[in-house]
């Protein structure tokens, strides 16, 4: 098993261009989140899903969008890119959405310009 | 806003000594994470521990939680080099929340 699997690993965009970035998990996990991690702050909870079909926003929601269309894939797309969405961003998932454990990718590092 | 907060921001011990970092949360819990990064990598859950129980072991780790203070405390004896990395405690439900999250450096 891959687990959670990130692309791409190190983007940089100009302001106001738009992008995805990809997750895929092959754990059949039907949780799947995305977080931001800026330093000193530990990780911010953006969009989630707790199953196809089903997202909701979480702490810092604004300026980007998700869908769910699979179990296994949750992107998350930038409408325009502004300099404070440089940040390097963590898709995690979990059998367990109320309780369990979240299993990470190995991050995204977005640089915007 | 963060649940969670840990504490200290930082800490650097000798190889061999233990090393014991805290978790304060705001709200009520159902159980409470630990995870750890190295530096460049994704997150790894370590251990969780419910809202009725007061210790936990697993391997070096021990991990309590007073509810009554909503803290939680982790302890790794024995610290070796490959236990450098920042250790993140996260609370709730569909939701976690990680706090900033404890550097610790372990000198050879």
């Known amino acids: 098993n891959a687990g959670v699997t990130q692309t791409p690993k190190f983007q940089v965009l100009k302001t106001g261009q738009s992008m995805t970035l990809q997750c895929a998990q092959d754990?059949?996990?039907?949780?799947m989140s995305w977080y931001r991690q800026d330093p000193g702050m530990g990780l911010r909870l953006i969009h989630y899903?707790?199953?196809?079909?089903?997202?909701d926003q979480g702490e810092v929601p604004n300026g980007y969008n998700v869908s769910r269309s699979t179990t296994e894939d949750f992107p998350l797309r930038l409408l325009s890119a502004a300099p404070s969405q440089t940040s390097v961003y963590f898709c995690a998932s979990s059998g367990q959405a109320n309780t369990g454990e979240l299993f990470f990718g190995e991050g995204s590092r977005l640089t915007v310009l | 806003s963060q649940q969670g907060e840990e504490d200290p921001q930082a800490l650097s011990i000798q190889e061999g000594e233990n090393a014991t970092m805290n978790c304060s949360y705001k709200?009520?819990?159902?159980?409470l994470q630990w995870y750890r990064q190295n530096s460049g990598r994704g997150l790894v859950h370590l251990i969780l521990i419910r809202s009725n129980e007061r210790e936990k072991h697993s391997g070096r780790l021990r991990v309590t939680l007073d509810t009554s203070k909503k803290s939680s405390s982790l302890l790794i004896t024995a610290s070796r080099a490959a236990d450098t990395a920042s250790y993140f405690c996260a609370t709730g439900r569909y939701k976690l929340s990680f706090g900033a999250g404890t550097t610790v450096t372990v000198r050879a």
């Open positions: 899903s707790v199953g196809a079909g089903i997202t």
């Open positions: 709200t009520s819990i159902n159980n």
């Open positions: 754990m059949n996990h039907e949780y």
